[in-house]
């Protein structure tokens, strides 16, 4: 069975930091692209960031409100996918997805989600 | 802010037929592939459409998505009291060069 797995999620005080994991079991991890993507409470679905496949040339993009404060990483060995959060501020609150895609195909499974909630 | 702007909600009575729609720009829907997700809150989204009109399989033939230009929509027909959620579009932004989810459509079934 296809799944993905977050943790890493909790309580955190603004300007600390926090890392997500992701993991990936049932299909062939490096095969595929991942991101993180985020809901704010009573707000909509925010994608917050992009790694590419392990073929070829890593590539990586962060959305405009997380760039330079979070980064994206993973690791083929343990089928793992993270998210290190650094100088988080209130609100970076949020449940986090991890979900991944193939091709055009986008975004096709995701994970439960994780809750981060960063208080002042 | 998202740059996706959709009608904040949409509903019908079961088997009646639900547009929701999604307007963009050249950088994004004009030049990308859409896709389309449903999330009922408390669980995970669900990729609906991909390629535009592409469904992964599973998703039932109800639910269509089309591009014309700028602007792509997703159609609902046959309504069921279960399609109640929010559904999200998204795509590429070649400008921002970041993926951009539009601002999310509450479907209510009447």
């Known amino acids: 069975q296809e799944q993905l797995v977050e943790s890493g999620g909790g309580l955190v005080v603004a300007g600390g930091s926090l890392r997500l994991s992701c993991v990936a079991s049932g299909f062939t991890f490096g095969d595929y692209y991942m991101s993180w993507i985020r809901q704010a409470p009573g707000k909509g679905l925010e994608w917050i960031s992009y790694?590419?496949?392990?073929?070829?040339?890593?590539?990586?993009f962060y959305a405009a409100s997380v760039q330079g404060r979070f980064t994206i990483s993973r690791d083929r060995a343990k089928n793992s996918l993270y998210l290190d959060m650094n100088n988080v501020r209130v609100d970076d609150t949020a449940i986090y997805y991890c979900?991944?895609?193939?091709?055009?195909?986008?975004?096709?499974?995701w994970g439960q989600g994780t809750l981060v909630t960063v208080s002042s | 802010q998202s740059v996706l702007t959709q009608p904040p909600s949409a509903s019908g009575t079961p088997g009646q037929r639900v547009n929701i729609s999604c307007p963009g720009s050249?950088?994004?829907?004009?030049?990308?592939?859409v896709s389309w997700y449903q999330h009922v809150p408390g669980k995970a989204p669900r990729l609906l459409i991909y390629s535009n009109n592409r469904r992964p399989s599973g998703v039932p033939d109800r639910f269509s998505g089309s591009r014309s230009g700028t602007s792509a929509s997703l159609a609902i027909s046959g309504l069921q009291s279960e399609d109640e959620a929010d559904y999200y579009c998204?795509?590429?932004?070649?400008?921002?060069?970041?993926?951009?989810f539009g601002t999310g459509t509450k479907v209510t079934v009447l």
């Open positions: 998204t795509a590429w932004d070649g400008s921002l060069s970041a993926y951009v």
């Open positions: 790694i590419s496949s392990e073929a070829g040339a890593t590539s990586k």
């Open positions: 979900a991944r895609g193939r091709w055009e195909v986008l975004f096709d499974l």
């Open positions: 050249s950088s994004n829907i004009g030049n990308n592939a």
